[in-house]
């Protein structure tokens, strides 16, 4: 069995400082980890993803993650928010073509 | 890089009227599509993971005699929400995964909202 949580359900951040949104998962295998983000009535795209290479994952739009097994973690990291970053983020582990969503983070940004 | 389509992007019915969704990988043979519902403000919560030429297995507490989900080719996965109420309404998504990549990778769908009246 495997699962993930998104330990905070909502994070506001103002404008031009770093943005954190905590992921922990569990899994009976090695997991592939991935980072999603959706805009209001959009649908899903693809930040990052851990495929069991660098632990520290580089995506799009300046976002990184940071595998940490011994702390079963892939939180999502970015040096400074922009107001486009506003959106619902959600986290999901895959193993063996199973894969299980986070409950979701909606990310606010602060003029 | 691999894209998978969903048709339509929006459909509106009647309640009772029956309505079908398409999901296409356009540049790659899925092996596998799911296919999730999100509710607003909610995250996604898989209905069913179809393979290529058999049925549908669908998650506990999905109605499979009321989402019926075809997945006739390796590019295309149907599912038809029969006689549709308004608490069948909802966006949803269908994903595909394919292997030959170092793990295993999905493709998501950019989602149908369905309005039933």
């Known amino acids: 069995a495997q699962s993930v949580t998104q330990l905070d359900s909502h994070v506001s951040v103002s404008e031009g400082t770093p943005v954190l949104l905590r992921c922990n998962y569990s899994s009976s295998y090695s997991p592939s980890l991935f980072w999603y983000v959706q805009h209001p009535n959009k649908g899903l795209q693809l930040l990052l993803k851990y495929t069991s290479a660098a632990t520290l994952v580089k995506g799009i739009n300046g976002f990184e993650a940071e595998f940490k097994k011994s702390e079963t973690s892939f939180h999502l990291t970015k040096p400074s928010a922009h107001m486009s970053d506003a959106a619902e983020y959600f986290c999901v582990v895959l193993t063996l073509g199973d894969m299980r969503f986070g409950a979701g983070t909606r990310l606010t940004v602060k003029p | 890089g691999a894209v998978v389509s969903q048709h339509p992007s929006w459909v509106i019915c009647k309640s009772g009227t029956s309505v079908k969704i398409e999901c296409r990988s356009l540049?790659?043979?899925?092996?596998?599509m799911f296919w999730y519902r999100q509710f607003p403000k909610q995250s996604l919560m898989l209905m069913a993971t179809s393979n290529e030429g058999s049925k549908a297995t669908y998650e506990q507490g999905v109605e499979k005699d009321k989402f019926l989900i075809n997945h006739a080719s390796l590019t295309l996965s149907t599912l038809t929400v029969t006689s549709a109420h308004p608490e069948d309404s909802s966006f949803y998504i269908c994903s595909a995964t394919t292997w030959g990549q170092p793990a295993e990778t999905q493709y998501f769908g950019p989602g149908t909202r369905l309005l039933v009246l």
């Open positions: 540049d790659f043979q899925a092996t596998t």
